[in-house]
């Protein structure tokens, strides 16, 4: 069971995707070049693939037939000079449960099963060379202002290397196959939960429709292709937050090539380096932290000084040894460590004056070298009362 479409947009004056859809070989090519020459090239690339693919060539050879024929017609129309397109094919082996993918450029395959989404194409793109290498992150290739630039492409050059993918099908499998025009405008989660909750008219539509209500910036081409009981509904898959897979997980049977059919101009050193990001954020934590640790020796010093004076002063009548400075030191309060039986009313005159004053800072042993002075004053001079008495 399988539907396709293809749609200008909403901002392109005409449509430069073409595809093929006929039950077991599925095509997407979305063109490029100059006003006619990006139609030329996906027409020609989908009619010379197919016309090469039922007169019993293997597929890479229908390709390369394919690319021919654009360069061909490139040669001898000079409006039509260095015209491409991307090319995006299935070929459904169901006898064998399995499908045959080839890829040149940025137009994609996707797999969803049980519920889960797996790009099983690579993009030809100078951003995503960039991504592999790991000089960029994914998020920073969606907005690179190169991620346009492909590294391969149908039509350009003398060969055209396609990736080939073999994937196993089962049951409930439902391949797409889309330009880009789809994937810049709709999230990978809301194409899951379309495939996993549509039969294939009803998903194509609905994801062409989505794509021209996020804009609609470019052709949108959707080719939807289910593996199943035609009878039965299908069952509700992708679930809300699903974790989709990012990398794809059918190992590609060619190597991926860095021959490359289009030179990309260089960018700014800036656009290609992930530490261009990365490097104010290093300098705002390390100054965040030494702001931290400044601020911690500065507690700590408040705290020795708060904490390691004494004073002596009156709590109530009676006289006390505080821990602390007189007044208290930011939050840290004056406390009573030591609280004597000695009445204020007791002590001599000057002695009391400076209790009261709070004039008697110091460590905890002149604290009580002090408390213990005006101890023997006040028994000296209860001495000298008794001896009055
Ligand atoms: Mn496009």
């Known amino acids: 069971m399988y539907a396709a479409a293809t749609d200008p947009g909403r901002v392109r004056a005409q449509n430069q995707d073409r595809l093929y859809a006929d039950g077991s070989v599925f095509i997407v090519a979305d063109g490029m070049g100059g006003h006619a020459g990006g139609n030329v090239a996906a027409e020609v690339a989908v009619s010379e693939t197919v016309a090469s693919l039922k007169a019993g060539h293997e597929p890479e050879e229908a390709i390369q037939t394919a690319n021919r024929s654009i360069l061909e017609r490139a040669a001898i129309d000079v409006a039509l000079e260095g015209m491409g397109t991307t090319l995006t094919m299935a070929l459904m082996d169901l006898e064998d449960a399995q499908a045959d993918l080839f890829n040149v450029g940025d137009s994609r395959a996707y797999l969803l099963r049980e519920g889960r989404l797996t790009q099983l194409t690579n993009d030809h793109t100078y951003v995503q060379e960039l991504v592999d290498a790991g000089s960029i992150t994914h998020e920073q290739a969606s907005t690179h202002r190169a991620r346009h630039v492909l590294t391969r492409v149908v039509g350009v050059a003398l060969d055209v290397e396609p990736d080939h993918f073999r ?42 429709r989505m794509a021209n209500n996020h804009g609609g910036s470019d052709n949108i081409t959707v080719v939807v292709v289910r593996l199943g009981d035609p009878d039965r509904e299908p069952v509700l898959l992708a679930q809300e937050g699903q974790r989709l897979a990012e990398a794809p997980q059918v190992v590609p ?8 059919n289009r030179i990309p101009s260089p960018l700014p050193a800036n656009m290609t380096e992930r530490s261009a990001i990365s ?111």
């Open 279 to 389: 490097r104010p954020l290093i300098r705002a934590t390390l100054f965040v932290f030494l702001l931290v640790l400044f601020a911690g020796v500065v507690v700590l010093a408040i705290d020795i000084y708060a904490q390691h004076s004494y004073f002596v002063a009156a709590f109530g009548d009676r006289v006390a040894i505080y821990q602390g400075r007189p007044g208290g030191v930011l939050w840290f309060n004056p406390h009573v460590v030591d609280l004597t039986n000695i009445r204020l009313s007791q002590l001599a005159e000057g002695v009391r004056s400076q209790i009261q004053h709070r004039i008697t800072e110091g460590s905890l042993t002149q604290a009580k070298q002090f408390v213990r002075n005006a101890t023997q004053q006040f028994h000296s001079t209860t001495i000298a009362f008794g001896g009055i008495g």
């Open 167 to 208: 994937v196993p099908l089962q049951l409930g499998d439902v391949l797409l196959l889309c330009s880009d025009g789809l994937i810049n405008e709709v999230t990978n989660a809301e194409i899951a939960q379309v495939l996993g909750s549509k039969l294939p008219q009803e998903a194509v539509d609905t994801l062409v």
């Open 253 to 260: 049977q060619t190597e991926r090539s860095l021959k490359t």
